[in-house]
């Protein structure tokens, strides 16, 4: 029997930690989660969306055998005195199985 796989993998994200104060040094924020699919193997990347438009860092993320991940990245503390809100960060975990089925988790950082 063939199996067929028709279903995009399961992917899961959380930052530790979501929010930081402004200050001169980056923050350190660890991304973690895990990335299962119930057929194929998988491979799977990240990249940082800032919402400022400033090229962030992308790359491969190392799931293990369990399926879960982690990884730490350094990202700048800075916020204008004009933005209320805080700089926000959205740290984006992909996923694509042999299939080619796809799925994405996020996570964010704001900056305070």
Not at 1 to 7: A, F, G, L, R, S
Not at 23 to 44: C, F, L, R, Y
Not at 70 to 87: K, Q, V, W
């Amino acid at each position: 029997m063939v199996k067929i796989d028709t279903d995009a993998p399961l992917v899961t994200a959380a930052a530790n930690p979501s929010t930081a104060p402004k200050g001169p040094k980056p923050v350190n924020v660890t991304i973690s989660g895990s990335v299962t699919d119930a057929v194929s193997a998988i491979s799977s990347s990240f990249n940082v969306i800032d919402e400022y438009g400033t090229m962030q860092p992308s790359g491969p993320v190392a799931v293990q055998p369990n399926g879960s991940y982690s990884f730490t990245l350094a990202l700048p503390a800075n916020r204008p005195g004009n933005d209320r809100d805080g700089h926000l960060y959205t740290i984006v975990v992909r996923a694509v199985d042999q299939a080619g089925n796809s799925a994405t988790a996020t996570a964010t950082l704001r900056i305070n």
